[in-house]
T-cell receptor, first 112, second 115 residues
Framework: QQQVKQSPQSLIVQKGGISIINCAYENTAFDYFPWYQQFPGKGPALLIAIRPDVSEKKEGRFTISFNKSAKQFSLHIMDSQPGDSATYFCAATTSGTYKYIFGTGTRLKVLA | GAVVSQHPSRVICKSGTSVKIECRSLDFQATTMFWYRQFPKQSLMLMATSNEGSKATYEQGVEKDKFLINHASLTLSTLTVTSAHPEDSSFYIC???????????FGSGTRLTVV
């Protein structure tokens, strides 16, 4: 029940295309869902995050879609660029615990 | 802002020696810090939760005597890998929580190689 399932494991997208990464959770106590971007040899960096009281959040080319009833959330990267090539992790946590449950990661490659 | 500095970024040590990794929150006081381990092409595995002024809480299966964590101040947590062996070679990442904020800020990671 503590797992966060992430798919796909890897993704190849053409420059300018849309990259979509999906995550699903089971624990309904989770109330904060961030996405992290990690480049090789670096720590993860927060991209965007959402709480269950909204269904969508957009920041620049990055959008999170959240489906509370389905217990799913996804990251959409619009106009994908080669510089977006990285590993993306979704995560979930419950207020006050600060303990994040991470997805297994998606390796994105954007072709020039 | 919320900046976390981790040092060193890379370290090579001989088998049997100990290595200390530092994690500092530069522009905020971190009541809680976390230590993660990451194997190549895998997700982050939480090792322990470090609370300022108290003992660290270790995840199941993590040897507390091998991975010593000290959180002596609100801006510094250290992870010491004691009597390191080649199987301890990994990427270690810390993260810090700014009080009242759910967002993690990660350090840049430390690549430990034990030879």
């Amino acid at each position: 029940q503590q797992q966060v399932k992430q798919s796909p494991q890897s993704l190849i997208v053409q420059k300018g295309g849309i990259s979509i990464i999906n995550c699903a959770y089971e624990n309904t106590a989770f109330d904060y869902f961030p996405w992290y971007q990690q480049f090789p040899g670096k720590g993860p960096a927060l991209l965007i995050a959402i709480r269950p009281d909204v269904s969508e959040k957009k920041e620049g080319r990055f959008t999170i879609s959240f489906n509370k009833s389905a217990k799913q959330f996804s990251l959409h990267i619009m106009d994908s660029q080669p510089g977006d090539s990285a590993t993306y992790f979704c995560a979930a946590t419950t207020s006050g615990t600060y303990k994040y449950i991470f997805g297994t990661g998606t390796r994105l490659k954007v072709l020039a | 802002g919320a900046v976390v500095s981790q040092h060193p970024s890379r370290v090579i040590c001989k088998s049997g020696t100990s290595v200390k990794i530092e994690c500092r929150s530069l522009d905020f006081q971190a009541t809680t810090m976390f230590w993660y381990r990451q194997f190549p092409k895998q997700s982050l595995m939480l090792m322990a939760t470090s609370n300022e002024g108290s003992k660290a809480t270790y995840e199941q299966g993590v040897e507390k005597d091998k991975f010593l964590i000290n959180h002596a101040s609100l801006t510094l947590s250290t992870l010491t890998v004691t009597s390191a062996h080649p199987e301890d070679s990994s990427f270690y990442i810390c993260s810090a929580v700014k009080g009242g904020d759910y967002g993690y800020t990660f350090g840049s990671g430390t690549r430990l190689t034990v030879v």
